[in-house]
């Protein structure tokens, strides 16, 4: 990764900043993007010389096409800006479901959009998808439907933006306590021992886990048009 730059949307939290430091850790430059200048601040001071960032909302399309114009040329994009919806079918909202897309599935589109004029050929694009699309779970219908919106953009890009790299990242349950409303201390434990009960592997991820393998999507240069599970032999 040395003398590549790699921009990561959602970059100052979670999986985001984890792969941004194993990115930094590797050699590249990166620009963090977010909605938080204050987040992204602190996530650049820890990562150092080899770090900046861009102040971005993903649901504003004038913003992304502005923020990319301002990083230039770089390698790499690995997308992580997401958000969280749940609740029974019936009883959701449609104008919250849409807004939901409007964050997950058009933010990572309007980065891609504005990244692919910009990125090296060489290079790649990492979009997040999750374990909730092909292992569905009751009151989770959003996060089924734009992961599976995501999985299949992601497979016609693999075409059509070759020799650019395209591939997503599914994780699991992964532990950032980044995507939902803040836990306390004894609710977080609870949580986080009943994934541990549900998976093969008895416990569970964490972001350092998912940006090993967000990762080996970008560095690895015979793979286009998968999507790579992260999510401890969920099934």
Not at 5 to 8: N, R
Not at 77 to 87: E, N
């Given at each position: 990764m040395?003398?590549r730059?790699?921009?990561?949307t959602?970059?100052?939290?979670?999986?985001?900043?984890?792969?941004?430091?194993?990115?930094?850790?590797?050699?590249?430059?990166?620009?963090?993007?977010?909605?938080?200048?204050?987040?992204l601040?602190?996530?650049?001071?820890e990562?150092?010389d080899?770090?900046s960032?861009e102040v971005l909302?993903?649901?504003?399309?004038?913003a992304v096409?502005?923020?990319?114009a301002?990083?230039?040329?770089?390698?790499h994009?690995?997308?992580?800006?997401?958000?969280?919806?749940?609740?029974p079918f019936a009883e959701?909202?449609?104008?919250?479901?849409r807004?939901?897309?409007?964050t997950?599935?058009?933010?990572?589109y309007?980065?891609v959009?504005a990244?692919?004029?910009?990125?090296a050929?060489?290079?790649?694009?990492?979009?997040?998808?999750?374990?909730?699309?092909r292992k569905a779970?009751?009151?989770l219908?959003?996060?089924a439907?734009?992961?599976?919106?995501?999985e299949g953009?992601?497979k016609?890009?693999?075409?059509?933006a070759?020799?650019?790299r395209?591939?997503?990242?599914a994780?699991?349950?992964?532990?950032?306590?980044?995507?939902?409303?803040?836990?306390d201390?004894?609710?977080?434990?609870?949580y986080?021992d009943?994934?541990?009960?549900?998976?093969?592997?008895?416990r569970?991820?964490?972001?350092?886990?998912a940006a090993h393998a967000?990762?080996?999507?970008?560095e690895n240069?015979f793979?286009?048009?998968?999507?790579l599970d992260?999510?401890?032999?969920?099934?």
């Open positions: 040395s003398g730059k790699v921009v990561v959602g970059g100052g939290t979670g999986i985001g900043l984890a792969t941004a430091r194993l990115a930094v850790a590797r050699g590249a430059s990166v620009v963090l993007m977010g909605r938080t200048e204050a987040t601040k602190e996530a650049v001071e990562l150092g080899a770090a960032y909302d993903v649901t504003d399309g004038d096409e502005g923020a990319f301002s990083v230039g040329a770089f390698d994009l690995v997308t992580c800006a997401a958000g969280s919806l749940a609740g959701l909202a449609e104008s919250d479901v807004d939901f897309f409007e997950k599935f058009w933010g990572q309007r980065s959009k990244a692919l004029p910009r990125l050929r060489d290079g790649s694009v990492v979009l997040l998808s999750g374990f909730l699309y779970e009751p009151g219908s959003p996060f439907a734009v992961n599976g919106a995501i953009l992601v016609a890009l693999a075409i059509e070759a020799p650019v395209v591939n997503a990242l994780p699991g349950q992964i532990d950032t306590l980044g995507g939902g409303e803040p836990m201390e004894a609710t977080h434990q609870a986080v009943s994934v541990a009960a549900g998976l093969p592997l008895g569970i991820g964490t972001a350092e886990e967000a990762l080996f999507l970008v240069t793979t286009t048009g998968i999507t992260v999510d401890g032999g969920k099934r």
